[in-house]
């Protein structure tokens, strides 16, 4: 395990005025693209961030950033009964590279594959410059101990307003939900497995007022240097979530859902391609 000490973010928007290059994007227009019928908005990091960023400006209500890979949306399609949380989430965001194949398979094209460590730690950064407050949920007490102190150490003034695991008994739940209300923090970091963390934030909504909520997993654990980031060759092909199946083999419905789901992409590309030469054969017939 790495010393907190060794935990650093490398970014090339370190050295540039960021800030104006995220008000200068254009969101005016968000595309979106359709996998096995749940809608992801095809977006790049730096156009995830303007959008975030535009939720927190406008302050016109909660909104739910949900970061989804092929495990997850085996769970998210619709007829699934989590199907109703992809469809409320202000962003569906693509995490890993198995839907960038999927989508060029069913003919579309994703922008770009987006870590959400990078996301986090680019808003983290951000929100130290303009003043945006923090709240983190999620994983062990120690684990987010490490994190905050790891975060105040690179991050001075960043604002952090509250900090608590994410192992609840029903007393420790509602002083947790009572702390979010009282600080309305700008941004909350959330660090569950899912399902329960996309359940969990569907019944507090009542708690968040008009905060950003994102879904961070397993990278509060990540950022705190308690778990190891997936190998080079996993990061730089978004095949973080096939890594996390090889390194917990135990968990073996999520092998089961990622084997579903490449033979139903690959089922339905089959189906394209045949209904696409049977148009073809029509037109070329008298």
Do not use: C
């Amino acid at each position: 395990m790495k010393d907190p000490k060794e935990i650093t973010h490398n970014s090339s928007k370190e050295e540039r005025d960021y800030v104006l290059e995220y008000q200068n994007i254009d969101i005016s227009q968000r595309d979106k693209i359709s996998i096995l019928g749940v809608e992801i908005d095809n977006l790049t990091r730096d156009e995830a961030i303007a959008n975030i960023l535009d939720f927190h400006k406008k302050k016109e209500s909660f909104h739910h950033i949900l970061f989804i890979d092929p495990i997850r949306l085996m769970s998210m399609r619709p007829g699934k009964n989590l199907n109703r949380i992809a469809r409320k989430a202000s962003l569906v965001i693509s995490e890993g590279g198995g839907l960038e194949w999927a989508a060029s398979q069913l003919g579309f094209k994703l922008k770009e594959r987006v870590s959400v460590i990078s996301l986090m730690m680019d808003l983290i950064r951000y929100s130290e410059k303009k003043e945006l407050t923090l709240f983190f949920l999620g994983s062990k007490e120690d684990i987010i101990e490490r994190l905050f102190f790891n975060l105040i150490r690179h991050f001075p003034e960043i604002r952090i307003v509250g900090r608590h695991s994410g192992h609840l008994n029903d007393a420790r739940e509602l002083m947790v939900k009572e702390a979010i209300r009282k600080t309305n923090p700008d941004i909350i970091f959330i660090g569950m497995d899912f399902p329960r963390q996309e359940v969990w934030i569907e019944n507090n909504t009542g708690y968040f007022g008009k905060s950003i909520v994102i879904g961070a997993w397993g990278n509060l654990d990540t950022l705190s240097g308690q778990i190891k980031k997936a190998p080079d060759y996993f990061q730089l092909r978004g095949l973080t979530w096939l890594w996390r199946i090889f390194a917990r083999p135990y968990r073996f419905d999520k092998f089961y859902k990622m084997i579903q789901f490449f033979t139903i992409v690959k089922l339905e590309n089959w189906k394209m391609k045949r209904e696409a030469k049977r148009k073809a054969t029509e037109i070329v017939e008298p």
